[in-house]
Nanobody, 117 residues
Framework: QVQLVESGGGLVQAGGSLRLSCAAS????????TGWYRQAPGKQRELVAT???????WYVDCVKGRFTITRDNAKTSVYLQMNNLKPKDTAVYYC???????????WGQGTQVTVSS
């Protein structure tokens, strides 16, 4: 059974930083593509950043230069370092892990990030 446990959300002032963590179990983590999505109130869930099993990263334009996605296969975890946060970054952030063998995606429970102006 695959489980994803997220942590690290919270309330921060504009310009501040947060680091999100997502710990996975029940999956061969080194074979996964992992990513972070977010969903703001009244909006669709959007992809923020991904990192492949080969450590290739991708970011949505609005977070480039501010967010960094990393992974630690030994700890079966993926992280999202968020710097220079803006009020528009306020959302529930979800970890996503896609099994490289089956293609099945799994989701974390979500963690709230709120950026005050």
């Amino acid at each position: 059974q695959v489980q994803l446990v997220e942590s690290g959300g919270g309330l921060v002032q504009a310009g501040g930083s947060l680091r999100l963590s997502c710990a996975a179990s029940g999956i061969i983590f080194s074979l996964t593509t992992t990513g972070w999505y977010r969903q703001a109130p009244g909006k669709q869930r959007e992809l923020v950043a991904t990192i492949t099993s080969r450590y290739i990263t991708w970011y949505v334009d609005c977070v480039k230069g501010r967010f960094t996605i990393t992974r630690d296969n030994a700890k079966t975890s993926v992280y999202l370092q968020m710097n220079n946060l803006k009020p528009k970054d306020t959302a529930v952030y979800y970890c996503n892990v896609r099994d490289g063998r089956s293609g099945i995606s799994y989701w974390g429970q979500g963690t709230q990030v709120t950026v005050s102006s």
